[in-house]
């Protein structure tokens, strides 16, 4: 089965402090996600990419960067973390793009701003 | 507004018993349909995709698409301690597939004894 692999699992980050989170993909899938889930909002796209060096913005990009250096990895990064950026965030890669594929996701990062 | 609405937030079914989600878009563009299982801890896992008006069928699981209302049901039948978890209804974007998928605030299923 296709595995997305995310680090750290948990993390504890001050407010102000830098903050990366790093998935990586073995299927081979051009397209990858950032999500982040919240109880009330359910789960939210923050970027993607088409592949490797692209990046796009989703739903909620704002105080998020993210970065596409290989077609097997996908980072997001917090450049000035803040307490509302506290949640869960779920790494992602999906094949094809077409409808009948597949997004296969990550164990979670969850991420804590104090 | 919330572009793929879930109903109901939460269901208790006894186990052997049927559960019943409803969701439904607000966007006409957004047709094409993924239901998601979550258990606590782990991520979202696919459960089935339908696309087309009608049922599909998958073991214990059958969802039901009517593209005119945009609606779309998951049953599951002979319900399982296990199949206690966050069910989520997902919709993607004609032609815009690759951008991902837009999820629902999800129901929360419990499997009683």
């Known amino acids: 089965e296709a595995a997305v692999t995310q680090s750290p699992r948990n993390k504890v980050a001050v407010t102000g402090g830098k903050v990366t989170l790093s998935c990586n993909q073995t299927?081979?899938?051009?397209?990858m996600y950032w999500y982040r889930q919240d109880t009330g909002h359910g789960l939210r796209l923050i970027h993607y990419?088409?592949?490797?060096?692209?990046?796009e913005k989703g739903d909620i990009p704002d105080g998020y960067k993210a970065s596409r250096p290989s077609q097997e990895n996908f980072s997001l990064i917090l450049e000035l973390a803040t307490p509302s950026q506290t949640s869960v965030y779920f790494c992602?890669?999906?094949?094809?793009?077409?409808?009948?594929?597949?997004?296969?996701f990550g164990k979670g990062t969850r991420l804590t701003v104090v | 507004q919330q572009k793929v609405q879930q109903s109901p937030e939460s269901l208790s079914v006894p186990e052997g018993g049927m559960a019943s989600l409803n969701c439904t878009s607000s966007?006409?563009?957004?047709?094409y349909f993924w239901w998601y299982r979550q258990h606590s801890g782990e991520g979202p896992k696919a459960l089935m995709?339908?696309?087309?008006?009608g049922d599909k069928k998958e073991g214990r699981f059958t969802a039901h698409l009517n593209k005119a209302s945009l609606h779309v049901s998951l049953h599951i039948r002979d319900s399982q301690p296990s199949d206690s978890a966050l069910y989520f209804c997902?919709?993607?974007?004609?032609?815009?597939?690759?951008?991902?998928?837009?999820f629902g605030l999800g129901t929360r299923v419990s499997v009683f004894p």
């Open positions: 990419s088409y592949g490797a060096g692209s990046t």
């Open positions: 995709s339908i696309f087309s008006d």
């Open positions: 966007d006409r563009n957004f047709q």
């Open positions: 997902a919709a993607s974007e004609v032609g815009n597939y690759a951008q991902g998928l837009t």
């Open positions: 992602a890669s999906g094949g094809t793009g077409e409808a009948n594929t597949e997004v296969f």
């Open positions: 299927n081979n899938h051009n397209n």
